[in-house]
């Protein structure tokens, strides 16, 4: 117990301290868990110290396809067929097939090679979704092609490791008299009970070929019909409980079950459990699924990232570095190719491209179980196995770096984009509307409908194409440039909306605008507070936050459900909205750039100045309207 509980503490008390670091520095928790492990692997020598630690932190993995399953119809799967076949087994067939050809040249026998090239063609499921999910690009094309090769890859896994008994040199299969055979790897497993040791159960043991597959298809069908038939009924008679913590029990008994369930027909734990996520997934159920396993989910997975962190032998790898290194990154290489390749055939944008390229460059977690696999059925040599085990380490500890490098790559695509051609601009109007999300589509409309033409600038090209489309006509170009501004008629305009998402672009196209201009209207749209102090200093006439008038509005809501008429409602939004304005433009006297709101003394006696003020004034509206009831 002490021993465990000494354990538990350092994992815990790494992983507090590195992994915020990470996250500070824009590396992402991913790599925060990798160098938590490798910190405390050889430092505290606890690599390996724990064989079971890595099998239970595998269960966030499971966890995390289960809560993919249930984000993801049956009909929407369905819909991923082409990129699940034509691009995740095209990745599969690619990569295996380079990187067994070039361990063949190293001096790999053809059996090996092809065991390699089978570990190698897999990625890690859990690095990739947990990162795309971090940086929300789960819903980009990029992220949506790699989540389908992550898929195949996963399911691929079935096929291999039948796959993988058939590479080795001596096939002591022998067909028994009752028609059952038994192989290698059977006899491995009466061995090692006649030793004591513990196996795992199998319901497909010695059973012959056609009665392992029916057994398999069995176990998948109820899986499937527990999900559509049993599941509802069972949750309803927890809910009657009324006893929270059961549906947390419940929904780590899904996960737990399906996988023991996969793991006796020799099938992938994390495929099971995200079938059983796909059954569910248009349940009523489906949220309070979620909630109860992601806590769950967000613990295992960093354990299992600490776990791969800490497995990596320094020591080894400091022993012969050039090979260990230049092997990871060979292998990298060869599968960052061919999916570049295959993002250029299925016509991947730049962006998307590079994340799909970069994304699934390393070895994956699978990778782990068919090394290990191949280990015991004798196709690879001990030594091999330990230096490939490094390499698939090392992969997925660089893969964090690449997914910067990702985000550079995609910044660069931007501005490239940015410094396309811009527009002829054919027609000025007397309003210029600088961006065109939300904000900027809402005041054009507006704007327009009321009769007054506007000049419409925005630096995404599909966001102008798409306005077209609509009849709405934009020109494409960067706002912020000084040439677009002057084509787009600054000098005769009268009013400019600056409605872009960037603070920064926002603050500094109003102070070019006012220099320029001093004599034109500037309506600004601000992030928040201090970002309304900043655009009254850059010479902004109308700054409109982003949510006050909604707030305010909704809170009118409030008002109008807890007793107040309408006109009286609208009466106290008015005062708000009249003294709320007023208290900004007095903060933005004593506002100093650079210095925190709550760091500034003067600011700080202001405010509560003011919030005084504005209790007052609400006080009073409030006595007004009950004096006017009664009169």
């Known amino acids: 117990m002490d021993t465990f509980l000494f354990q538990a503490t350092i994992y815990l008390a790494t992983t507090v301290i590195a992994v915020p670091i990470a996250a500070r520095l824009g590396l992402g928790s991913v790599l925060g868990y990798l160098l938590a492990g490798l910190l405390i692997g050889p430092i505290l020598g606890l690599v390996g110290a724990n064989a079971d630690l890595q099998h239970f932190a595998e269960f966030g993995v499971v966890m995390m396809l289960f809560l993919i399953g249930l984000e993801l119809e049956p009909r929407a799967l369905w819909d991923m067929r082409t990129k699940l076949i034509g691009l995740g087994v095209s990745q599969i067939v690619l990569t295996m097939a380079l990187i067994a050809g070039g361990a063949m040249l190293l001096g790999q026998p053809p059996a090996a090679a092809l065991a390699i090239g089978m570990i190698f063609a897999l990625s890690s499921t859990a690095i990739v979704l947990q990162t795309l999910s971090e940086k929300g690009l789960m819903q980009t094309a990029g992220g949506r092609s790699a989540f389908s090769v992550l898929l195949s890859q996963d399911i691929a896994v079935i096929p291999m490791l039948i796959v993988l008994p058939l590479l080795q040199g001596e096939m002591r299969t022998v067909f028994n008299p009752d028609g059952s055979v038994s192989r290698p790897i059977d006899q491995a497993v009466h061995a090692a009970e006649d030793h004591g040791h513990d ?179 004798g196709v690879l040599a001990p030594q091999t196995s330990q230096n490939l085990l490094m390499v698939i380490a090392l992969s997925m500890l660089l893969t964090p770096l690449f997914f910067l490098a990702q985000d550079y790559l995609s910044k660069r695509g931007r501005e490239a984009e940015v410094q396309h051609t811009p527009d002829e601009i054919g027609a000025e109007g007397p309003i210029i509307i600088a961006g065109m999300g939300r904000f900027g589509q809402a005041v054009n409309r507006m704007v327009q409908m009321a009769g007054f033409r506007t000049t419409v600038l925005d630096n995404n090209l599909a966001t102008i194409q798409l306005m077209r489309k609509f009849g709405y006509k934009g020109f494409f170009g960067d706002p912020t440039r000084p040439e677009v501004l002057r084509a787009a008629g600054l000098k005769e305009a009268r009013v400019l909306v600056v409605a872009m998402d960037g603070r920064d672009d926002v603050t500094r196209l109003v102070a070019f605008a006012r220099r320029e201009r001093p004599d034109l209207h500037i309506v600004a749209r601000a992030r928040d507070r201090v970002h309304v102090y900043q655009l009254y200093r850059a010479g902004a006439n109308d700054i409109v936050r982003e949510m006050f008038d909604s707030s305010l509005r909704a809170g009118r809501y409030v008002l109008e459900n807890m007793g107040l008429t309408d006109f009286e409602a609208a009466e106290m939004e008015r005062t708000y909205f009249q003294y709320d304005r007023a208290a900004v433009l007095a903060l933005a006297e004593v506002w100093k750039p650079g210095v925190p709101v709550d760091q500034n003394p003067d600011y700080v006696a202001r405010t509560h100045e003011l919030n005084a003020e504005l209790e007052s004034a609400l006080l009073k509206q409030f006595a007004e309207n009950e004096k006017r009831k009664t009169d």
Do not use: C
């Open 199 to 377: 196996v795992a159960l199998s319901l497909i043991e010695g059973l012959p070929g056609w009665g392992a597959m029916l057994v398999t298809l069995a176990v998948i069908a109820a899986v499937i019909l527990i999900g559509v038939y049993l599941i509802r009924p069972l949750f309803h008679f927890i809910h009657a409980t009324r006893l929270s913590e059961l549906y947390t029990a419940f929904a780590l008994l899904i996960v737990v079950g399906v996988a023991f369930l996969m793991t006796l027909v020799g099938l992938s734990p994390a495929l099971g459990s995200f079938l059983a996520g796909v059954v569910l997934a248009n349940s009523e159920l489906r949220h309070e699924l979620e909630s109860s396993i992601e806590p769950f989910k967000g613990m295992l997975l960093g354990l299992f990232f600490i776990t791969v962190g800490a497995g990596i032998d320094i020591g080894l790898v400091l022993g012969q570095p050039f090979l260990l290194l230049g092997l990871t990154l060979a292998v990298m290489a060869i599968k960052g190719l061919v999916l570049f390749g295959l993002g250029r055939l299925f016509r991947l944008k730049t962006r998307d491209q590079w994340l799909f390229t970069l994304g699934l460059a390393q070895a994956g977690e699978f990778g782990f179980v068919l090394l290990s696999f191949s280990a015991q059925q």
